[in-house]
Nanobody, 122 residues
Framework: QVQLVESGGGLVQPGGSLRLSCVASGTSFEIYAMGWYRQVPGKQRELVAH???????GYRDSAKGRFTISRDNAKNTLYLQMNNLKPEDTAAYYC????????????????WGQGTQVVVSR
């Protein structure tokens, strides 16, 4: 079972940038598909970006061109570089991991981090 710990959230002004990190421990990180998700109160958690164990990536439309997901298998770390942030990006961000890519896509990975809060506001 993989354990995940996110960091890097915070308060940023519109147009600013943040880089989220998710450190994994407990198993072979490189075999897992990973995803970054976000959730605001009262709404369902949504997939923002995903990356396969072969480094293929995908993004929800609102993140395309602004967010970049990447992984460093040597450091057991997943990243989400977020640029040109908008107030609507405000949410709790979670990383998720599963050996099944389909479960990551469906928002049902076996492992979740505890979340890191991102607030985009003046």
């Amino acid at each position: 079972q993989v354990q995940l710990v996110e960091s890097g959230g915070g308060l940023v002004q519109p147009g600013g940038s943040l880089r989220l990190s998710c450190v994994a421990s407990g198993t072979s990180f490189e075999i897992y598909a990973m995803g970054w998700y976000r959730q605001v109160p009262g709404k369902q958690r949504e997939l923002v970006a995903h990356i396969t164990n072969g480094d293929k990536t995908g993004y929800r439309d609102s993140a395309k061109g602004r967010f970049t997901i990447s992984r460093d298998n040597a450091k057991n770390t997943l990243y989400l570089q977020m640029n040109n942030l908008k107030p609507e990006d405000t949410a709790a961000y979670y990383c998720g991991a599963d050996r099944s890519f389909s479960l990551v896509l469906r928002g049902a990975p076996n492992a979740w981090g505890q979340g890191t809060q991102v607030v985009v506001s003046r």
